[in-house]
Nanobody
């Protein structure tokens, strides 16, 4: 059973930076594609960034050039990170880690001026 746990969300000012972390366990992390999504209350969840098992990355247009995704394996735990720079108020959302139909509980990011 895959388990995903996000951490790192917190209030931040416009223009600031945050690094989110997703701890992945429960299977062969090295073979898994992992994505970050975000959701604002009342809106659909949207893909932010993805990383394939072999390190290929993709980004939503609204974060390209500001966000960076990468991964590493530490002993038996897989980690996927999302570095978020030059944050904007519209980046405020709950950020989720995802693999196929599995989701973490999310971490809240709030960007204010």
């Amino acid at each position: 059973q895959v388990q995903l746990a996000e951490t790192g969300g917190k209030p931040v000012q416009v223009g600031g930076s945050l690094r989110l972390s997703c701890a992945v366990s429960g299977g062969p992390f090295r073979y898994w594609n992992i994505s970050w999504y975000r959701q604002v209350a009342g809106k659909e969840r949207e893909n932010v960034a993805s990383i394939s098992w072999d390190g290929d990355t993709s980004y939503a247009d609204f974060v390209r050039g500001r966000f960076l995704i990468w991964r590493e394996e530490v002993e038996d735990l897989g980690m996927v990170y999302l570095q978020m720079n030059n944050l904007r108020p519209e980046d405020t959302a709950v950020y989720y880690c995802n693999r196929l139909s599995s989701w973490g509980r999310g971490t809240q990011v709030t960007v204010s001026s």
